[in-house]
């Protein structure tokens, strides 16, 4: 499984740490969905840090594209919203 | 569904709608490489925009240090001087000097990161640009067309959720750069006025009289720091000089002399210099009989 972290690049991940992803990825929706920052920082930083420390870096030549995407290290809540909802934010 | 695909369904989404508009696939490669190399050249330009604005944040930062030490230079003269009021004044804009420095010492270490981030991205693209030209090229000498759209199709939305990426870091690069512009152009503005002590006029009425309570409380501990070095060059000039002499140690300069981080020269050439220090650091209560023109100056007890 490919997973990109925005700023960062492309990491492979093992299959099996996904459900310590997932469970994460559930709190960082739930945090977004309650507007609580927060939590929303807690669920962040523990999401890519699991990412950094799981995956390997994908050499980038590699034109493959991402199975997950993370948003960026210091993205606020603000920022995060827009991106799963306008898709403006994405330049190009 | 969670955050994670959601985000990667929007990048998807770009990239299919960026496909679609192609109706030949070869239009499609050289298009897409087209736009890579343009992104290339613009996040290569952000590079070098971040660069321009973090040297300038450096210039300011000297400018600001070489105030503050002015100031700090004309503070010790005026308390010299038995100016104590001007002294203040110095201090007072001092204070405001230096937390103008401390805020772009923040600003300016976020700014190298910003240049770092984009450094690395555009390194990470050139990669990917060039392996998009080489796979362009065996695409197009290579496959059917079926084989073709397939192949363009997989490259594309590589290199696609890459110029994403890349896009949003010049983007969020580009907002930095322009706050810190706006800033350094504020502070330019602020230096040239020779206000500094002018600042903090659109924040509120309390964080206005908390600053102005720890500038003034910053401004007192630099006069007992100033009165301290004073203090600590005059006793060689004093010594046996009677009950003065006495007074200056009771008055805690001797104390102080072992730490004072400056020892300004012995003030030879100007043999007033030892009567006016003295003066400054005279507290209440000291006879003063011997002194010219005492009944003049009740203020100076209370400072």
């Avoid at chain 2, 220090?277 to 009740?298: E, M, R, T």
């Amino acid at each position: 499984m490919i997973v990109r972290i925005l700023g960062e690049g492309q990491f492979r991940v093992d299959d099996t740490a996904t459900t310590e992803l997932n469970h994460l990825d559930t709190a960082l929706e739930t945090a977004v969905e309650r507007g609580d920052e927060p939590a929303f920082q807690d669920a962040l930083t523990g999401l890519l840090a699991q990412v950094r420390a799981q995956g390997s870096p994908l050499p980038p030549d590699t034109l493959e594209p991402s199975d997950l995407i993370l948003p960026h290290q210091d993205s606020s809540m603000d920022e995060v919203r827009k991106l799963l909802t306008d898709e403006g934010l994405i330049p190009g | 569904m969670g955050v994670m695909k959601r985000v990667q369904l929007v990048f998807k989404a770009k990239a299919n709608k960026a496909l679609d508009k192609m109706e030949d696939p070869r239009e499609t490669l050289d298009y897409s490489y087209q736009r890579q190399l343009e992104l290339l050249t613009k996040v290569r330009r952000g590079v070098a925009d971040v660069a321009t604005s973090r040297k300038r944040v450096e210039l300011q930062m000297n400018q600001l240090q070489q105030q503050a030490n002015k100031l700090d230079d004309q503070a010790r003269k005026a308390l010299g001087l038995g100016r104590e009021d001007l002294a203040r004044d110095a201090l007072t804009r001092k204070s405001s000097a230096q937390s103008q420095l401390n805020d772009l010492q923040g600003q300016y270490a976020q700014l190298q990161a910003e240049e770092e981030k984009l450094t690395v991205a555009s390194q990470r693209l050139q990669a990917k640009v060039d392996a998009f030209r080489t796979r362009k090229e065996t695409i197009k000498a290579t496959y059917t067309a079926a084989e073709a759209q397939t192949r363009i199709n997989e490259a594309f939305s590589g290199i696609s959720e890459e110029m994403g990426d890349v896009g949003m870091a010049i983007q969020r690069a580009e907002d930095k750069t322009a706050q810190m512009q706006a800033r350094a152009g504020a502070i330019d503005e602020l230096m040239a006025s020779g206000a500094l002590d002018d600042v903090g006029g659109r924040r509120d009425d309390i964080q206005a009289e908390l600053d102005q309570l720890s500038a003034n409380s910053d401004v007192e501990s630099e006069l007992r720091r100033l009165r301290g070095e004073i203090a600590a060059s005059a006793p060689k000039q004093l010594e046996g000089s009677g009950p003065n002499g006495d007074a200056q140690v009771a008055n805690g300069g001797q104390s102080q002399a072992q730490s004072a981080p400056y020892a300004p020269p012995a003030p030879t050439q100007n043999p007033q210099n030892t009567q006016n220090p003295q003066q400054a650091a005279q507290p209440a209560g000291i006879p003063v009989s011997d002194l010219p023109s005492a009944n003049d100056q009740p203020q100076d007890g209370e400072g």
